[in-house]
């Protein structure tokens, strides 16, 4: 997988790439990261990025030109105009970080893992032409419902995401498997709960973990985790798992 980073504060990304999982993707050749100055696109001698939307407004709008012609430079192709379709590789995404766009989410990082190249343009001041997102991005993302003050942060998030799901990054597969936001499988009907065979089409966040000691200022490991019962320790999983979602995130919960 290559991670291809169009900025105008490339310096951003020297501290989060050179750590974790990422670090080690990169070292082992998992994944490529390239980062793109959008300055060196510019045409005058102020290496102007932005300027004033028509109609007015406050703020400052990133121009359309240095983006496309970034793009472009990373593409080694045109990617057309107002003349016929723009034409798009089906193994890359070129992704806008907007406050606008879609919401990010567990699924999304799956189908992009699947992606051989992602191309991402960091939002920045108050926003970008929308050329940009209708015509040059393939997707336009957000990570959430609130604001930052541009897309880089955003970009590393979903890099983090995504590269975590590549086969051989984490070392043990099962570990992108058994964590938050999995789909929720109901238990046979043997071994389930009454309360909680019916969860379907549900997301669920991971189960409560717990390391020595067995007792910690008089809080203890809950006894079923220590019995040896791999098989109630899974129910108990489940159980705690459902729960856990229904308090912090019951939105992702539904049912039959």
Do not use: C
Not at 10 to 27: S, T, V, Y
Not at 43 to 60: L, W, Y
Not at 183 to 193: C, I, L, Q, S, V
């Amino acid at each position: 997988m290559r991670f291809d980073l169009i900025t105008i504060f490339p310096e951003f990304f020297a501290g989060p790439l050179d750590h974790g999982i990422l670090r080690r993707a990169r070292e082992t050749g998992l994944v490529e990261v390239s980062v793109q100055d959008l300055r060196v696109f510019t045409k005058d001698r102020h290496r102007t990025v932005d300027d004033r939307p028509f109609g007015g407004g406050e703020g400052m709008v990133l121009k359309p030109e240095p983006l496309f012609e970034a793009v472009e430079s990373l593409l080694g192709r045109n990617v057309g105009d107002a003349t016929g379709p723009t034409a798009h590789e089906p193994k890359t995404a070129i992704v806008l970080m907007s406050a606008a766009g879609k919401l990010f989410d567990q699924e999304t990082a799956r189908r992009y893992a699947l992606l051989e190249r992602m191309i991402f343009i960091s939002g920045r001041y108050e926003g970008v032409d929308e050329r940009v997102a209708e015509h040059l991005a393939t997707e336009e993302i957000s990570i959430g419902n609130f604001v930052l003050s541009g897309g880089e942060l955003p970009a590393m998030l979903v890099i983090d995401a995504v590269t975590r799901l590549i086969p051989g990054a984490l070392g043990n597969e099962a570990s992108s498997q058994n964590e938050s936001f999995r789909e929720a499988r109901p238990f046979p009907p043997t071994a389930a709960p009454s309360d909680e065979s019916g969860f379907r089409n549900s997301m669920l966040l991971d189960f409560p973990h717990y390391t020595r000691p067995a007792e910690y200022r008089g809080w203890s490991v809950p006894d079923v985790l220590i019995g040896g019962n791999h098989a109630e320790v899974a129910k108990w999983r489940r159980a705690a798992a459902i729960e856990k979602t229904r308090r912090n995130r019951p939105d992702l919960l539904g049912r039959e």
